[in-house]
């Protein structure tokens, strides 16, 4: 299983960035997706999660960014709108997914991250 993260870049205080993760690889199915972020010098938190059914948003975030899926493309996409430069970090991707390796039984799976930085 791989996740692949895309659409990281640099962004003006205000401006929008669009963020699109795709797991591949041979699984059976995917529970929960996320996105994280690390800034220099901090742990690494997180974003927002997605369920089959449910969003879940980190305080400062809440209103600016949107998460979603395609469940058909097995894609992730985290959609952020007025970004500040406190959200200048790498952005990382994971997955919950059940594969025949593990019998079904969810394993978490991350992304390489992508880079985004917002300034003027």
């Known amino acids: 299983v791989q996740l692949q993260a895309s659409g990281g870049g640099l962004a003006q205080p205000g401006g929008s960035l669009r963020l699109s993760c795709v797991v591949s690889?041979?699984?059976?199915?995917?529970?929960?997706m996320g996105w994280y972020r690390q800034a220099p010098g901090k742990q690494r938190e997180l974003v927002a999660t997605?369920?089959?059914?449910?969003?879940n948003y980190e305080n400062s975030v809440k209103g600016r960014f949107t998460i979603s899926r395609d469940n058909a493309k097995n894609t992730v996409y985290l959609q952020m709108n007025s970004l500040k430069p406190e959200d200048t970090a790498v952005y990382y991707c994971?997955?919950?997914?059940?594969?025949?390796?593990?019998?079904?039984?969810?394993?978490?799976?991350w992304g390489q991250g992508t880079q985004v930085t917002v300034s003027s």
């Open positions: 994971n997955a919950n997914v059940r594969t025949p390796q593990t019998m079904g039984v969810p394993r978490t799976y």
């Open positions: 690889g041979s699984f059976w199915g995917i529970n929960a």
């Open positions: 997605i369920t089959t059914g449910t969003t």
